[in-house]
C-alpha cells in the first residue's frame, strides 16, 4: 500500500527533545537486511507475500492487540522492505526501567522506537522459527546447496522515522504507501539510505 516521488529522502534526524511517545501520526520505513528479497515479490503491480512477509503482516497487526493506544493506518509489505503510518492515540506515561517486545507485553514502552524495536525482535523470532523447521530456505531466494541453518538477521538496525503533521501530508504519505507495489519496477535500483536508530 506505498509511494510518490516527492517523499523525504528516507532520510531522518531525530528531533532533539521531541517526546515519540506523545500523540501523534508517523511514517515509519524498515528494511530487510542486506535488502533481502524475503517478503514476497512483485507481480503485475501488486505485491505477493512469502510465507516470511505473512508472518510480519501478522505480526504488525497484532500490534494494536498489545497495544490499545496505538491505531495503525495504511501499510506495506514490501520485497525487501516496510512502508507505514503509526498513530498515537493517547500518550501513556512511561515507567522507569520499561523494555518490551510482542512476546512479553508486560509494562510496554510507548514511544515509537520501542514500538518498532517490539515489531522487529518478534518478527524476526517467528521469522527464525519457521526457517528453523524449513531447514533455513529463504522463500523465492536463489537455490543454494543445503547448510545447517543459522538464525538470520531480518531487519536492519535503522528505520526511517517521518512526523505526520497536518491532513495533507497525511493524505500524501498514503497515497506513497498505496502506489508503491505499482512504482517498483521505476524505484527498485534506488537504495533507501536510512539514517535513524532504534
Same mark, same amino acid.
Given at each position: 500500500?506505498?509511494?510518490?516521488?516527492?517523499?523525504?529522502?528516507?532520510?531522518?534526524? &531525530?528531533?532533539?527533545? *521531541?517526546?515519540?511517545?506523545?500523540?501523534?501520526?508517523?511514517?515509519?520505513?524498515?528494511?530487510?537486511?542486506?535488502?533481502?528479497?524475503?517478503?514476497?515479490?512483485?507481480?503485475?503491480?501488486?505485491?505477493?507475500?512469502?510465507?516470511?512477509?505473512?508472518?510480519?503482516?501478522?505480526?504488525?497487526?497484532? $500490534?494494536?492487540?498489545?497495544?490499545?493506544?496505538?491505531?495503525?493506518?495504511?501499510?506495506?509489505?514490501?520485497?525487501?522492505?516496510?512502508?507505514?503510518?503509526?498513530?498515537?492515540? $493517547?500518550?501513556?506515561?512511561?515507567?522507569?526501567?520499561?523494555?518490551?517486545?510482542?512476546?512479553?507485553?508486560?509494562?510496554?514502552?510507548?514511544?515509537?522506537?520501542?514500538?518498532?524495536?517490539?515489531?522487529?525482535?518478534?518478527?524476526?523470532?517467528?521469522?527464525?522459527?519457521?526457517?528453523?523447521?524449513?531447514?533455513?530456505?529463504?522463500?523465492?531466494?536463489?537455490?543454494?546447496?543445503?547448510?545447517?541453518?543459522?538464525?538470520?538477521?531480518?531487519?536492519? &538496525?535503522?528505520?526511517?522515522?517521518?512526523?505526520?503533521?497536518?491532513? &495533507?501530508? *497525511?493524505?500524501?504519505?498514503?497515497?506513497?504507501?498505496?502506489?508503491?507495489? &505499482?512504482?517498483?519496477?521505476?524505484?527498485?535500483?534506488?537504495?533507501?539510505?536510512?539514517?535513524?536508530?532504534?
Amino acid at each position: 500500500m506505498s509511494t510518490n516521488s516527492n517523499l523525504p529522502n528516507r532520510r531522518s534526524i &531525530r528531533l532533539k527533545n *521531541y517526546d515519540y511517545s506523545q500523540k501523534g501520526s508517523y511514517f515509519i520505513t524498515i528494511v530487510t537486511q542486506n535488502r533481502k528479497h524475503l517478503f514476497g515479490k512483485i507481480e503485475d503491480g501488486k505485491m505477493i507475500l512469502s510465507s516470511v512477509g505473512k508472518i510480519v503482516e501478522d505480526e504488525w497487526m497484532n $500490534t494494536i492487540q498489545l497495544r490499545p493506544n496505538v491505531v495503525l493506518g495504511e501499510f506495506i509489505i514490501m520485497p525487501d522492505h516496510m512502508h507505514m503510518i503509526v498513530t498515537i492515540i $493517547t500518550q501513556i506515561e512511561k515507567k522507569e526501567n520499561e523494555e518490551w517486545i510482542h512476546s512479553n507485553p508486560k509494562s510496554p514502552s510507548h514511544t515509537i522506537g520501542a514500538i518498532i524495536r517490539g515489531f522487529k525482535g518478534a518478527s524476526t523470532k517467528k521469522i527464525n522459527l519457521f526457517l528453523n523447521s524449513r531447514s533455513g530456505e529463504l522463500p523465492f531466494a536463489p537455490a543454494a546447496p543445503a547448510a545447517p541453518f543459522a538464525p538470520n538477521k531480518i531487519f536492519q &538496525r535503522n528505520y526511517y522515522e517521518h512526523i505526520i503533521r497536518n491532513q &495533507r501530508d *497525511y493524505h500524501r504519505i498514503e497515497k506513497y504507501i498505496i502506489d508503491n507495489p &505499482r512504482n517498483w519496477k521505476k524505484k527498485k535500483k534506488k537504495k533507501l539510505n536510512l539514517k535513524s536508530e532504534d
